[in-house]
């Protein structure tokens, strides 16, 4: 069965310091897909990444950037210079290709909150 | 190019009663997938549907079903409410629910059971 651990349940920062967020995941497929979901107060999930189990090359977007370490069954987001804008929860989310059709298992959010 | 929506954005029923949820997709999305969001479970999976079928379930009671529609549209039933189901539950759509492409989610029905 496929999971999705979250260990920090909430972090706080001083806006403009740098934040990483953990997201360590099990599977049994070896092509999955890998999310990275925004949640502001608002309650609307905001897609911010996806990555393929073949694709292991880090990403950056602006402030954001993810690593994906397969050997670690990792893929954690880092914010750079956070704003007070990023709070919010972040859910990390696996799917597994084998699964017919759309399923997203999450991880239990990393609640963020940047204070200014 | 309008997103998810999702009505009625809240809802307040009784113990005992039924409910009915609805979504109406990105135009041109097939899929519709449903996910109940609460504070002790998380985000979980309900149901999907692609092309009114529905493709794969969640470890939900029977008392939550679902359809889609031919334009796409779903709706989502919950009988008998118990006090437990009170969520946010979530609406998403993606073109072909293959997962080489992304989900976009709605903003949610708050759903409160008394």
């Known amino acids: 069965a496929q999971k999705v651990t979250q260990a920090q349940t909430e972090i706080s920062v001083v806006e403009k310091e740098d934040v990483t967020l953990d997201c360590v995941y099990e599977t049994r497929d070896t092509t999955y897909y890998l999310f990275w979901y925004k949640q502001p107060p608002s309650g609307e999930l905001v897609f911010l990444i996806r990555?393929?189990?073949?694709?292991?090359q880090n990403e950056i977007s602006g402030r954001y950037s993810w690593n994906f370490q397969k050997s670690t069954s990792s893929f954690n987001f880092t914010i750079t210079a956070s704003q007070v804008v990023d709070s919010a929860v972040y859910f990390c989310a696996l799917s597994e290709a084998g699964s017919s059709g759309d399923k997203l298992t999450f991880g239990t959010g990393t609640r963020l909150a940047v204070r200014p | 190019k309008a997103g998810v929506t999702q009505t009625p954005r809240y809802l307040i029923k009784t113990r005992g009663q039924q409910v009915t949820l609805s979504c109406s997709p990105i135009s041109g999305h097939r899929s519709v997938s449903w996910y109940q969001q609460t504070p002790g479970q998380g985000l979980q999976f309900l149901f999907e549907y692609f092309s009114e079928t529905q493709r794969n379930k969640g470890n939900f009671p029977g008392r939550f079903s679902g359809r889609q529609f031919s334009n796409s549209r779903s709706e989502m039933n919950v009988s008998t409410l118990e006090l437990g189901d009170s969520a946010l539950y979530l609406c998403?759509?993606?073109?072909?629910?293959?997962?080489?492409?992304?989900?976009?989610f709605g903003p949610g029905t708050r759903l409160t059971v008394t």
């Open positions: 998403a759509s993606s073109l072909s629910g293959t997962m080489t492409l992304e989900q976009y």
């Open positions: 990555r393929n189990s073949f694709d292991e």
